[in-house]
Protein backbone atom coordinates (compact mmCIF):
# COMPACT_ATOMS: atom_id res chain seq x y z
CA UNK A 1 0.00 0.00 0.00
CA UNK A 2 2.83 2.35 0.69
CA UNK A 3 3.91 2.49 -3.50
CA UNK A 4 0.16 3.11 -3.83
CA UNK A 5 -0.12 6.15 -1.55
CA UNK A 6 3.02 7.49 -3.53
CA UNK A 7 1.44 6.67 -7.14
CA UNK A 8 1.29 10.24 -8.85
CA UNK A 9 -1.81 9.39 -10.67
CA UNK A 10 -4.09 7.43 -7.55
CA UNK A 11 -1.75 7.76 -4.61
CA UNK A 12 -2.07 10.68 -1.62
CA UNK A 13 -2.16 14.78 -3.62
CA UNK A 14 -1.77 12.47 -6.61
CA UNK A 15 -3.93 13.83 -9.54
CA UNK A 16 -7.10 11.77 -8.91
CA UNK A 17 -6.91 13.56 -5.90
CA UNK A 18 -7.45 16.54 -7.34
CA UNK A 19 -10.12 15.28 -9.84
CA UNK A 20 -12.03 13.94 -6.63
CA UNK A 21 -11.56 18.02 -4.92
CA UNK A 22 -13.38 19.28 -7.94
CA UNK A 23 -16.01 16.62 -7.21
CA UNK A 24 -16.46 17.65 -4.03
CA UNK A 25 -16.41 21.13 -4.58
CA UNK A 26 -19.35 20.78 -7.34
CA UNK A 27 -21.38 18.61 -4.54
CA UNK A 28 -21.00 21.47 -1.91
CA UNK A 29 -21.54 24.11 -4.23
CA UNK A 30 -24.72 22.61 -4.46
CA UNK A 31 -26.06 21.42 -1.66
CA UNK A 32 -25.49 24.54 0.34
CA UNK A 33 -27.45 26.83 -2.06
CA UNK A 34 -30.61 26.64 -0.03
CA UNK A 35 -28.43 28.09 2.83
CA UNK A 36 -26.73 30.51 0.63
CA UNK A 37 -30.19 31.46 -0.32
CA UNK A 38 -31.97 31.93 3.29
CA UNK A 39 -32.11 35.35 2.88
CA UNK A 40 -34.10 35.52 -0.29
CA UNK A 41 -36.10 32.76 1.27
CA UNK A 42 -36.66 34.20 4.33
CA UNK A 43 -37.79 37.17 2.92
CA UNK A 44 -40.25 35.56 0.23
CA UNK A 45 -41.65 33.23 3.33
CA UNK A 46 -42.61 36.31 4.97
CA UNK A 47 -44.38 38.33 1.75
CA UNK A 48 -45.85 34.51 0.82
CA UNK A 49 -47.54 33.43 3.80
CA UNK A 50 -47.57 36.53 5.89
CA UNK A 51 -45.92 35.08 9.51
CA UNK A 52 -44.04 36.62 11.96
CA UNK A 53 -39.94 37.43 11.96
CA UNK A 54 -39.45 34.67 14.23
CA UNK A 55 -41.94 31.74 13.07
CA UNK A 56 -40.34 32.89 9.60
CA UNK A 57 -37.21 31.98 10.25
CA UNK A 58 -37.79 28.57 11.64
CA UNK A 59 -37.93 27.14 8.07
CA UNK A 60 -34.70 28.46 7.12
CA UNK A 61 -32.57 28.06 10.41
CA UNK A 62 -33.76 24.57 10.40
CA UNK A 63 -31.43 22.95 8.00
CA UNK A 64 -28.35 24.83 9.48
CA UNK A 65 -29.30 23.37 12.97
CA UNK A 66 -29.87 19.73 11.81
CA UNK A 67 -26.47 20.11 9.35
CA UNK A 68 -24.71 20.61 12.78
CA UNK A 69 -26.59 18.19 14.92
CA UNK A 70 -26.98 15.77 13.13
CA UNK A 71 -23.81 15.49 12.67
CA UNK A 72 -23.19 13.53 14.75
CA UNK A 73 -25.18 10.80 13.51
CA UNK A 74 -23.71 10.89 10.09
CA UNK A 75 -20.30 10.40 11.26
CA UNK A 76 -21.08 7.21 12.92
CA UNK A 77 -23.52 6.17 9.89
CA UNK A 78 -20.23 6.82 7.82
CA UNK A 79 -18.17 4.13 9.90
CA UNK A 80 -20.77 1.93 9.96
CA UNK A 81 -21.81 2.18 6.17
CA UNK A 82 -19.37 3.90 3.78
CA UNK A 83 -18.76 7.94 2.77
CA UNK A 84 -19.85 7.12 -0.53
CA UNK A 85 -23.25 5.18 0.24
CA UNK A 86 -23.97 8.40 2.76
CA UNK A 87 -23.41 11.01 -0.06
CA UNK A 88 -25.30 9.21 -2.86
CA UNK A 89 -28.66 9.01 -0.77
CA UNK A 90 -28.01 12.46 0.72
CA UNK A 91 -27.94 13.94 -2.55
CA UNK A 92 -30.82 12.85 -3.69
CA UNK A 93 -33.08 13.52 -0.55
CA UNK A 94 -31.31 17.21 -0.61
CA UNK A 95 -32.77 18.31 -3.80
CA UNK A 96 -36.35 16.59 -2.96
CA UNK A 97 -36.63 18.26 0.11
CA UNK A 98 -36.84 21.89 -1.15
CA UNK A 99 -38.87 20.66 -4.59
CA UNK A 100 -41.50 19.24 -2.42
CA UNK A 101 -42.06 22.97 -0.46
CA UNK A 102 -43.68 23.69 -3.99
CA UNK A 103 -47.36 22.26 -2.15
CA UNK A 104 -46.56 24.02 1.12
CA UNK A 105 -49.49 25.55 2.64
CA UNK A 106 -47.85 26.54 5.74
CA UNK A 107 -44.82 27.17 8.35
CA UNK A 108 -45.33 23.91 9.54
CA UNK A 109 -44.86 21.91 6.12
CA UNK A 110 -41.33 23.97 5.18
CA UNK A 111 -40.21 23.52 8.35
CA UNK A 112 -40.60 19.47 8.31
CA UNK A 113 -39.41 19.11 4.71
CA UNK A 114 -37.00 21.96 3.93
CA UNK A 115 -36.45 22.45 7.32
CA UNK A 116 -36.07 18.81 8.82
CA UNK A 117 -35.55 16.51 5.57
CA UNK A 118 -32.98 18.94 3.95
CA UNK A 119 -31.16 19.56 6.72
CA UNK A 120 -30.56 16.21 7.67
CA UNK A 121 -29.25 15.49 3.84
CA UNK A 122 -26.85 18.51 4.10
CA UNK A 123 -25.42 17.06 7.15
CA UNK A 124 -25.30 13.31 5.53
CA UNK A 125 -23.51 15.29 2.45
CA UNK A 126 -21.08 17.96 4.82
CA UNK A 127 -19.90 14.75 6.97
CA UNK A 128 -19.00 12.44 4.16
CA UNK A 129 -17.46 14.91 1.61
CA UNK A 130 -15.17 16.43 4.36
CA UNK A 131 -13.74 12.69 5.44
CA UNK A 132 -13.24 11.67 1.75
CA UNK A 133 -11.41 15.06 0.99
CA UNK A 134 -9.04 14.44 4.05
CA UNK A 135 -8.57 10.67 2.75
CA UNK A 136 -6.95 12.00 -0.34
CA UNK A 137 -4.54 14.33 0.65
CA UNK A 138 -1.59 15.16 3.29
CA UNK A 139 0.73 17.47 2.06
CA UNK A 140 -1.60 19.61 0.41
CA UNK A 141 -4.38 18.83 2.89
CA UNK A 142 -5.02 22.70 3.55
CA UNK A 143 -5.51 23.78 -0.30
CA UNK A 144 -7.60 21.36 -0.95
CA UNK A 145 -10.13 22.09 1.26
CA UNK A 146 -8.99 25.71 0.46
CA UNK A 147 -10.40 24.90 -3.20
CA UNK A 148 -13.64 23.13 -1.62
CA UNK A 149 -15.05 26.29 0.45
CA UNK A 150 -13.48 28.72 -2.58
CA UNK A 151 -15.87 26.88 -5.56
CA UNK A 152 -18.48 26.48 -2.47
CA UNK A 153 -18.41 30.20 -1.64
CA UNK A 154 -19.14 30.97 -5.23
CA UNK A 155 -23.26 30.05 -4.61
CA UNK A 156 -23.27 33.74 -3.06
CA UNK A 157 -22.67 35.06 -6.06
CA UNK A 158 -24.58 32.63 -8.24
CA UNK A 159 -27.84 31.65 -6.42
CA UNK A 160 -29.27 34.70 -4.29
CA UNK A 161 -29.91 36.69 -8.10
CA UNK A 162 -30.74 33.15 -9.60
CA UNK A 163 -33.35 32.31 -6.60
CA UNK A 164 -34.30 36.26 -6.49
CA UNK A 165 -35.47 35.65 -10.53
CA UNK A 166 -37.51 32.49 -9.69
CA UNK A 167 -39.24 34.51 -6.73
CA UNK A 168 -39.43 37.54 -8.69
CA UNK A 169 -41.30 35.34 -11.53
CA UNK A 170 -42.71 32.78 -9.87
CA UNK A 171 -43.19 33.36 -6.27
CA UNK A 172 -41.85 31.72 -3.28
CA UNK A 173 -43.08 28.23 -4.23
CA UNK A 174 -41.97 28.14 -7.98
CA UNK A 175 -38.53 29.25 -6.73
CA UNK A 176 -38.83 25.93 -4.30
CA UNK A 177 -39.46 23.62 -6.93
CA UNK A 178 -36.96 25.06 -8.89
CA UNK A 179 -33.97 25.62 -6.71
CA UNK A 180 -34.84 21.87 -5.43
CA UNK A 181 -34.24 21.37 -9.30
CA UNK A 182 -30.94 22.72 -9.22
CA UNK A 183 -29.65 20.61 -6.24
CA UNK A 184 -30.79 17.43 -7.95
CA UNK A 185 -27.91 17.96 -10.26
CA UNK A 186 -25.11 16.91 -7.30
CA UNK A 187 -26.30 13.63 -7.52
CA UNK A 188 -24.22 12.57 -10.71
CA UNK A 189 -21.31 14.63 -9.84
CA UNK A 190 -21.25 12.30 -6.30
CA UNK A 191 -20.85 9.11 -8.01
CA UNK A 192 -17.53 8.54 -8.76
CA UNK A 193 -16.37 10.06 -5.38
CA UNK A 194 -15.15 7.26 -3.15
CA UNK A 195 -12.89 6.41 -0.70
CA UNK A 196 -9.22 6.05 -1.69
CA UNK A 197 -7.61 2.61 -2.94
CA UNK A 198 -5.29 2.58 -0.36
CA UNK A 199 -8.10 2.78 2.34
CA UNK A 200 -9.23 -0.47 1.41
CA UNK A 201 -7.92 -3.39 3.46
CA UNK A 202 -7.79 -6.86 3.46
CA UNK A 203 -8.86 -9.08 6.68
CA UNK A 204 -8.52 -12.70 6.43
CA UNK A 205 -10.84 -14.43 8.97
CA UNK A 206 -10.16 -17.51 9.75
CA UNK A 207 -12.77 -20.05 10.21
CA UNK A 208 -12.82 -23.06 12.25
CA UNK A 209 -16.11 -25.46 12.27
CA UNK A 210 -16.57 -29.03 14.92
CA UNK A 211 -17.82 -31.78 13.95
CA UNK A 212 -17.96 -31.48 10.33
CA UNK A 213 -16.66 -34.37 8.17
CA UNK A 214 -14.79 -33.45 5.14
CA UNK A 215 -17.52 -35.68 2.78
CA UNK A 216 -20.32 -32.68 4.10
CA UNK A 217 -18.45 -30.85 1.11
CA UNK A 218 -21.03 -31.32 -1.94
CA UNK A 219 -22.48 -28.16 -0.78
CA UNK A 220 -21.05 -25.40 -0.83
CA UNK A 221 -21.25 -21.61 -0.10
CA UNK A 222 -19.12 -18.24 -1.31
CA UNK A 223 -17.35 -16.44 1.63
CA UNK A 224 -15.97 -13.24 1.09
CA UNK A 225 -13.06 -12.13 2.36
CA UNK A 226 -12.15 -8.14 1.55
CA UNK A 227 -13.67 -5.28 3.38
CA UNK A 228 -12.85 -1.68 3.18
CA UNK A 229 -11.50 0.04 5.56
CA UNK A 230 -14.59 2.74 4.22
CA UNK A 231 -17.00 0.47 4.51
CA UNK A 232 -17.03 -1.03 7.67
CA UNK A 233 -14.51 1.07 10.26
CA UNK A 234 -15.62 -1.52 12.95
CA UNK A 235 -12.44 -3.08 14.56
CA UNK A 236 -12.26 -6.77 16.31
CA UNK A 237 -15.76 -8.26 13.75
CA UNK A 238 -16.09 -11.41 15.25
CA UNK A 239 -18.34 -13.78 13.43
CA UNK A 240 -19.93 -16.70 14.86
CA UNK A 241 -21.98 -19.72 13.49
CA UNK A 242 -24.68 -21.10 16.27
CA UNK A 243 -26.10 -23.10 17.82
CA UNK A 244 -24.17 -26.16 18.39
CA UNK A 245 -23.72 -29.11 21.15
CA UNK A 246 -22.65 -26.85 24.46
CA UNK A 247 -20.60 -29.82 25.32
CA UNK A 248 -17.84 -28.44 23.08
CA UNK A 249 -18.36 -24.93 23.58
CA UNK A 250 -19.89 -22.88 26.31
CA UNK A 251 -21.61 -20.14 24.70
CA UNK A 252 -23.40 -22.44 22.48
CA UNK A 253 -21.82 -20.57 19.54
CA UNK A 254 -18.83 -21.63 17.18
CA UNK A 255 -16.17 -19.33 17.11
CA UNK A 256 -13.79 -18.49 14.09
CA UNK A 257 -10.79 -19.35 14.68
CA UNK A 258 -7.43 -18.53 12.92
CA UNK A 259 -6.39 -21.73 11.97
CA UNK A 260 -5.93 -24.30 9.82
CA UNK A 261 -6.28 -27.82 10.91
CA UNK A 262 -7.65 -31.02 8.87
CA UNK A 263 -6.23 -33.58 10.64
CA UNK A 264 -9.10 -34.56 13.32
CA UNK A 265 -11.84 -34.77 10.22
CA UNK A 266 -12.67 -31.18 10.71
CA UNK A 267 -13.41 -28.79 7.51
CA UNK A 268 -11.16 -25.78 8.58
CA UNK A 269 -10.10 -23.40 5.77
CA UNK A 270 -9.82 -19.72 5.45
CA UNK A 271 -12.29 -17.26 4.37
CA UNK A 272 -10.64 -17.45 0.19
CA UNK A 273 -12.00 -21.75 -0.05
CA UNK A 274 -15.72 -22.61 0.52
CA UNK A 275 -18.20 -23.67 3.84
CA UNK A 276 -20.13 -26.37 4.06
CA UNK A 277 -23.81 -25.70 2.79
CA UNK A 278 -25.42 -27.91 5.79
CA UNK A 279 -24.19 -25.91 8.69
CA UNK A 280 -26.83 -23.56 10.63
CA UNK A 281 -27.49 -20.25 8.87
CA UNK A 282 -25.25 -17.21 9.76
CA UNK A 283 -26.91 -15.77 12.54
CA UNK A 284 -25.55 -12.10 13.56
CA UNK A 285 -22.64 -9.99 12.96
CA UNK A 286 -20.96 -8.91 16.02
CA UNK A 287 -19.42 -5.61 16.22
CA UNK A 288 -17.03 -5.36 18.64
CA UNK A 289 -15.77 -1.50 18.67
CA UNK A 290 -13.57 -1.25 21.41
CA UNK A 291 -11.99 2.22 20.39
CA UNK A 292 -15.55 4.26 21.27
CA UNK A 293 -14.60 4.98 24.82
CA UNK A 294 -11.94 6.40 23.40
CA UNK A 295 -13.89 8.13 20.96
CA UNK A 296 -15.58 9.34 24.10
CA UNK A 297 -12.79 11.01 25.92
CA UNK A 298 -11.96 12.95 23.10
CA UNK A 299 -14.88 14.68 23.50
CA UNK A 300 -13.97 16.09 27.23
CA UNK A 301 -11.20 17.55 26.02
CA UNK A 302 -9.49 21.22 26.49
CA UNK A 303 -8.80 21.00 22.31
CA UNK A 304 -12.36 19.62 21.40
CA UNK A 305 -14.13 22.26 23.33
CA UNK A 306 -12.13 25.09 21.95
CA UNK A 307 -12.70 23.84 18.07
CA UNK A 308 -16.44 23.28 19.01
CA UNK A 309 -16.87 26.95 20.03
CA UNK A 310 -14.67 28.09 17.15
CA UNK A 311 -16.79 26.16 14.73
CA UNK A 312 -19.85 27.37 16.51
CA UNK A 313 -19.18 31.02 16.87
CA UNK A 314 -17.60 31.29 12.88
CA UNK A 315 -20.56 29.65 11.22
CA UNK A 316 -23.61 31.24 13.27
CA UNK A 317 -22.04 34.71 13.13
CA UNK A 318 -22.01 34.17 9.65
CA UNK A 319 -25.02 32.43 8.66
CA UNK A 320 -26.67 35.14 10.87
CA UNK A 321 -25.65 37.64 8.88
CA UNK A 322 -26.65 36.31 5.44
CA UNK A 323 -29.82 35.31 6.97
CA UNK A 324 -30.98 39.21 8.42
CA UNK A 325 -28.67 41.24 5.89
CA UNK A 326 -31.25 42.22 3.64
CA UNK A 327 -34.02 42.68 6.26
CA UNK A 328 -31.39 44.96 8.12
CA UNK A 329 -30.38 46.64 4.29
CA UNK A 330 -33.81 47.42 4.29
CA UNK A 331 -34.42 48.54 7.69
CA UNK A 332 -31.97 50.96 7.75
CA UNK A 333 -33.73 52.41 4.11
CA UNK A 334 -32.11 50.42 1.20
CA UNK A 335 -33.63 50.75 -1.59
CA UNK A 336 -34.52 46.09 -2.44
CA UNK A 337 -32.63 46.81 -6.08
CA UNK A 338 -29.24 47.98 -3.96
CA UNK A 339 -29.61 45.28 -1.31
CA UNK A 340 -28.44 42.33 -2.94
CA UNK A 341 -25.22 44.27 -2.87
CA UNK A 342 -24.16 43.79 0.52
CA UNK A 343 -24.10 40.09 -0.30
CA UNK A 344 -22.15 40.18 -3.09
CA UNK A 345 -18.97 41.90 -1.76
CA UNK A 346 -19.08 39.53 0.85
CA UNK A 347 -19.04 36.62 -1.30
CA UNK A 348 -16.58 38.31 -3.24
CA UNK A 349 -14.36 39.05 -0.18
CA UNK A 350 -15.12 35.31 0.86
CA UNK A 351 -14.37 33.84 -1.83
CA UNK A 352 -10.84 35.55 -2.43
CA UNK A 353 -9.31 34.26 1.33
CA UNK A 354 -11.02 30.71 1.37
CA UNK A 355 -8.92 30.50 -2.13
CA UNK A 356 -5.92 32.29 -0.42
CA UNK A 357 -5.79 30.71 3.00
CA UNK A 358 -5.06 27.03 2.20
CA UNK A 359 -1.65 28.06 0.02
CA UNK A 360 -0.79 30.38 3.15
CA UNK A 361 -0.96 28.01 5.89
CA UNK A 362 0.51 24.87 3.83
CA UNK A 363 3.53 27.50 2.73
CA UNK A 364 4.37 27.90 6.90
CA UNK A 365 3.17 31.32 6.25
CA UNK A 366 0.98 31.61 9.22
CA UNK A 367 -0.20 28.68 11.53
CA UNK A 368 -3.44 27.26 11.98
CA UNK A 369 -3.80 29.12 15.14
CA UNK A 370 -2.43 32.55 13.87
CA UNK A 371 -5.44 32.29 11.23
CA UNK A 372 -7.97 31.74 13.08
CA UNK A 373 -7.03 34.51 15.45
CA UNK A 374 -6.98 37.05 13.02
CA UNK A 375 -10.05 35.81 11.37
CA UNK A 376 -12.02 36.34 14.73
CA UNK A 377 -10.55 39.90 15.60
CA UNK A 378 -11.42 41.14 12.27
CA UNK A 379 -14.69 39.61 12.28
CA UNK A 380 -15.64 41.23 15.88
CA UNK A 381 -14.42 44.60 14.80
CA UNK A 382 -16.80 44.64 11.85
CA UNK A 383 -19.97 43.78 13.18
CA UNK A 384 -19.73 46.33 15.87
CA UNK A 385 -19.05 48.91 13.12
CA UNK A 386 -22.13 47.55 11.37
CA UNK A 387 -23.94 48.67 14.80
CA UNK A 388 -23.76 52.48 13.59
CA UNK A 389 -23.41 52.57 10.11
CA UNK A 390 -26.47 52.99 7.61
CA UNK A 391 -25.32 54.15 4.52
CA UNK A 392 -24.83 51.37 1.96
CA UNK A 393 -21.29 51.90 0.91
CA UNK A 394 -20.69 51.77 4.90
CA UNK A 395 -22.40 48.32 5.43
CA UNK A 396 -20.74 46.85 2.39
CA UNK A 397 -17.52 47.82 3.75
CA UNK A 398 -18.64 45.78 6.88
CA UNK A 399 -19.53 43.20 4.51
CA UNK A 400 -16.65 43.08 3.13
CA UNK A 401 -14.52 42.77 6.58
CA UNK A 402 -17.35 39.81 7.63
CA UNK A 403 -16.24 38.04 3.98
CA UNK A 404 -12.63 38.28 4.29
CA UNK A 405 -12.96 36.89 8.53
CA UNK A 406 -15.25 34.05 6.83
CA UNK A 407 -12.63 32.91 4.17
CA UNK A 408 -10.11 33.41 6.33
CA UNK A 409 -11.24 30.50 8.63
CA UNK A 410 -14.29 28.43 6.83
CA UNK A 411 -11.76 26.08 5.31
CA UNK A 412 -10.30 25.39 8.29
CA UNK A 413 -12.90 23.40 10.07
CA UNK A 414 -11.38 20.04 8.95
CA UNK A 415 -7.86 20.99 9.54
CA UNK A 416 -8.18 22.02 13.17
CA UNK A 417 -9.48 19.07 13.76
CA UNK A 418 -7.95 16.65 11.95
CA UNK A 419 -4.52 18.52 13.85
CA UNK A 420 -6.09 17.96 17.26
CA UNK A 421 -7.62 14.56 16.46
CA UNK A 422 -5.88 12.87 13.01
CA UNK A 423 -8.09 12.12 9.96
CA UNK A 424 -9.77 8.61 10.74
CA UNK A 425 -11.71 10.60 13.72
CA UNK A 426 -12.49 13.47 11.50
CA UNK A 427 -16.18 12.14 10.29
CA UNK A 428 -16.63 11.33 14.36
CA UNK A 429 -15.03 14.50 15.78
CA UNK A 430 -16.85 16.71 13.11
CA UNK A 431 -20.38 15.42 13.96
CA UNK A 432 -19.58 16.27 17.53
CA UNK A 433 -18.24 19.87 17.05
CA UNK A 434 -21.48 20.42 14.61
CA UNK A 435 -23.66 19.09 17.45
CA UNK A 436 -22.59 21.33 19.54
CA UNK A 437 -23.28 24.23 16.73
CA UNK A 438 -26.99 23.12 15.99
CA UNK A 439 -27.58 23.24 19.61
CA UNK A 440 -26.47 26.58 19.65
CA UNK A 441 -28.70 27.36 15.98
CA UNK A 442 -31.75 25.70 17.51
CA UNK A 443 -31.95 29.35 19.86
CA UNK A 444 -31.56 31.60 16.99
CA UNK A 445 -35.03 32.23 15.66
CA UNK A 446 -36.14 33.34 19.41
CA UNK A 447 -32.94 35.80 19.16
CA UNK A 448 -34.14 36.72 16.14
CA UNK A 449 -37.48 37.37 16.98
CA UNK A 450 -36.40 38.96 20.26
CA UNK A 451 -34.45 41.56 18.55
CA UNK A 452 -37.03 42.87 15.56
CA UNK A 453 -39.73 42.11 16.77
CA UNK A 454 -39.94 42.89 20.20
CA UNK A 455 -36.95 45.40 20.18
CA UNK A 456 -37.28 46.71 16.47
CA UNK A 457 -34.11 46.40 15.37
CA UNK A 458 -30.94 44.28 15.03
CA UNK A 459 -28.71 46.29 17.60
CA UNK A 460 -28.54 43.93 20.42
CA UNK A 461 -27.93 40.85 18.13
CA UNK A 462 -24.76 42.65 15.93
CA UNK A 463 -23.36 43.25 19.82
CA UNK A 464 -23.82 39.80 20.56
CA UNK A 465 -21.96 38.59 17.94
CA UNK A 466 -19.34 40.89 18.25
CA UNK A 467 -18.52 40.18 22.19
CA UNK A 468 -18.49 36.08 21.21
CA UNK A 469 -15.74 36.74 18.59
CA UNK A 470 -13.85 38.95 20.95
CA UNK A 471 -14.19 36.27 23.27
CA UNK A 472 -13.28 33.63 21.02
CA UNK A 473 -10.31 35.69 19.51
CA UNK A 474 -8.86 35.75 23.16
CA UNK A 475 -8.77 32.24 23.21
CA UNK A 476 -6.99 31.77 20.41
CA UNK A 477 -4.70 34.32 21.45
CA UNK A 478 -3.76 32.34 24.62
CA UNK A 479 -3.54 28.94 22.69
CA UNK A 480 -1.08 30.76 20.08
CA UNK A 481 0.91 32.02 22.37
CA UNK A 482 0.53 28.36 24.76
CA UNK A 483 1.51 26.78 21.10
CA UNK A 484 4.55 29.10 21.03
CA UNK A 485 5.95 28.47 24.43
CA UNK A 486 5.99 24.56 23.85
CA UNK A 487 7.55 24.96 20.78
CA UNK A 488 10.40 27.37 22.63
CA UNK A 489 10.45 24.58 25.25
CA UNK A 490 11.34 21.99 23.03
CA UNK A 491 14.28 24.21 21.09
CA UNK A 492 15.29 24.70 24.16
CA UNK A 493 15.45 21.11 25.26
CA UNK A 494 17.47 20.36 21.92
CA UNK A 495 19.45 22.62 21.99
CA UNK A 496 20.73 21.93 25.72
CA UNK A 497 20.50 18.17 25.45
CA UNK A 498 23.14 18.34 22.93
CA UNK A 499 26.17 20.22 24.37
CA UNK A 500 25.47 16.75 27.00
CA UNK A 501 25.82 14.40 24.50
CA UNK A 502 28.88 15.38 23.13
CA UNK A 503 30.57 16.52 26.11
CA UNK A 504 30.03 12.69 26.82
CA UNK A 505 31.45 12.06 24.12
CA UNK A 506 34.46 13.95 24.84
CA UNK A 507 34.85 12.33 27.84
CA UNK A 508 34.21 8.55 26.40
CA UNK A 509 36.71 9.71 23.43
CA UNK A 510 39.44 10.79 26.55
CA UNK A 511 38.71 7.66 28.55
CA UNK A 512 39.78 5.48 25.51
CA UNK A 513 42.95 7.83 24.87
CA UNK A 514 44.25 7.27 28.45
CA UNK A 515 43.86 3.42 28.30
CA UNK A 516 45.89 3.46 25.22
Known sequence: MGSLRADPVYGLDGRWSWITAALCSWVLFLAMSGLCASGVLYYGIIDTFGTTREEA????TL????????????????????????????????????SICFFARGILFLSIMFGALHGLSLAGI???????????????????????MAVTGLNGFLIPPLVQFFYSTYGSRGAFLLLGAVLFNAFPAAIPIKSPAWVTRTKTFHFGFRNVPFRRRSKVMPVTKRLSLSDDKTKGTEYRFGPVDEAHNSDGLVTLREEDDTSKNLVLKSVNHTIVDKMPKLGRKTFSISSWKTIATHFLTVSFCIDSISITALIVSITTFILVSVDLATDRGVTASKVLYIQYVFSAADITFRALVGFIVDRNILSLQAVMLIGFFIQAIAFEILVWVFALPSMMMCSVLIGMSSGFRMPLQAPILIEDFGVDL???????ANFFLGLVNVARPTLIGYCRDQLGKYDMLLHILAAVNFVVACIWTLRLLMRRQRKTKEVDTALHGQPNRNAGEQLAAGGLRSIS
Open 126 to 148: FVSINAILAQHFDKRRNTAFSLL
Open 57 to 60: SWPV
Open 63 to 98: PDSLLNLAGALMGLLCRWLSCRTVLLVCCLLTGFGI
Open 426 to 432: LPVMMGG
